[in-house]
């Protein structure tokens, strides 16, 4: 999903407003940062990117898992990869 034009901030427009994006970030809003017209980086709360890494690790788990346990198409044998 794109994020609404209100989300959008250059970097010059953080420092006056900081608190006021903390307290929007705060309440669910996420913020994309800009310098010259490009993404920089965002401002989230921090409960949501410690939900975004959780979900990572589980997938990497998930991945690993599933390709230990999935026989090699490679292998005529029909072995097991490691």
Same mark, same amino acid.
């Given at each position: 999903m794109a $994020? #609404? *034009?209100q989300e959008i901030l250059a970097l010059r @427009?953080? %420092? $006056? %407003?900081?608190? &006021?994006l903390v307290e929007a970030v705060r309440?669910? +809003?996420e913020k994309i940062?800009?310098?010259?017209? &490009? +993404?920089?980086? #965002?401002?989230l709360d921090p409960r949501r990117l410690d939900h975004a890494h %959780?979900?990572?690790r @589980? !997938?990497? !788990?998930l991945t690993l898992?599933? #390709? %230990? &346990? *999935?026989p090699s198409s490679a292998g005529r044998s029909g072995g097991w990869v490691w």
């Open positions: $994020p #609404a *034009t @427009q953080l %420092r $006056p %407003r900081l608190m &006021e309440g669910g +809003s940062l800009t310098r010259n017209g &490009e +993404s920089d980086g #965002a401002l %959780r979900l990572e @589980q !997938h990497v !788990h898992v599933v #390709a %230990r &346990e *999935t």
